[in-house]
């Protein structure tokens, strides 16, 4: 199966640090994507990661266990402009990305 | 650097009526192609994707298609709107081989069907 479970919603203050989990059924996928989409506009990327671990940019990092099925974002020093849906995306081979339904951030001055 | 345009930016249409949604990649050659839906509030769902000039590979039946006339090219189309074709669509783009595989998106289509 492809079931990719993300919250829904989370609620975090500016400046504050928040952590989006995804897990996902680990059979025939290889990395994973994190994207993030602000409302009405198109999905931007924002990691990869395919070997286990923590990746880092700037104020993201996202980190993977290929094992396990999970991953989660991690966002920094929030700013009122990461309001956004983020969306896991397993990749299933070198051309399928599988979406979650993707969580809707908000940041609270 | 490479750019991904989507026309028109909104479009709302009868039940019934035709459609053609056009994506055109520039900046890189033999781009791997795919044409996804949103459903407001949902995820994305990928329609068809083209790995070349001519190659379509749909993953769910619907009353869509797509064709690839030209290697940047991208066209997604309806004989027949229903009102559940109704959505966000979006175009993406991908190097080919072992380019890298995160996808980029174009500005989107929103579809309202009448």
């Known amino acids: 199966g492809q079931n990719i479970d993300q919250p829904t919603e989370m609620t975090a203050t500016e400046g504050a640090i928040v952590q989006i989990n995804c897990t996902y059924q680990t059979s025939g996928f290889n990395g994973l994507f994190w994207y993030q989409q602000h409302a009405g506009e198109a999905p931007t990327f924002l990691s990869y990661?395919?070997?286990?671990g923590l990746e880092e940019k700037g104020r993201f990092s996202s980190f993977l266990s290929r094992s396990k099925g999970y991953s989660y974002l991690l966002l920094k020093e929030l700013q009122m402009k990461d309001s956004a849906s983020y969306l896991c995306?397993?990749?299933?081979?070198?051309?399928?990305?599988?979406f979650g339904s993707g969580t809707r951030l908000l940041v609270r001055p | 650097s490479q750019t991904i345009h989507q026309w028109p930016a909104t479009l709302v249409q009868p039940v019934g009526s035709p459609l053609s949604l056009e994506c055109t990649v520039e900046?890189?050659?033999?781009?791997?192609l795919y044409w996804y839906r949103q459903a407001a509030g949902r995820g994305l769902q990928l329609l068809f994707y083209?790995?070349?000039?001519?190659?379509i590979s749909s993953e769910v039946p619907q009353n869509l298609s797509a064709s690839r006339p030209q290697d940047r090219q991208f066209i997604l189309s309806s004989k027949k709107l229903l009102l559940s074709d109704s959505g966000f669509y979006l175009c993406?783009?991908?190097?080919?081989?072992?380019?890298?595989?995160?996808?980029?998106f174009g500005p989107g289509t929103r579809l309202t069907v009448t």
């Open positions: 083209s790995v070349g000039i001519g190659q």
């Open positions: 993406a783009w991908s190097h080919s081989g072992t380019g890298g595989y995160e996808q980029y």
């Open positions: 990661n395919v070997l286990d």
């Open positions: 900046g890189t050659s033999n781009p791997n």
């Open positions: 995306a397993p990749l299933r081979s070198s051309y399928k990305l599988i």
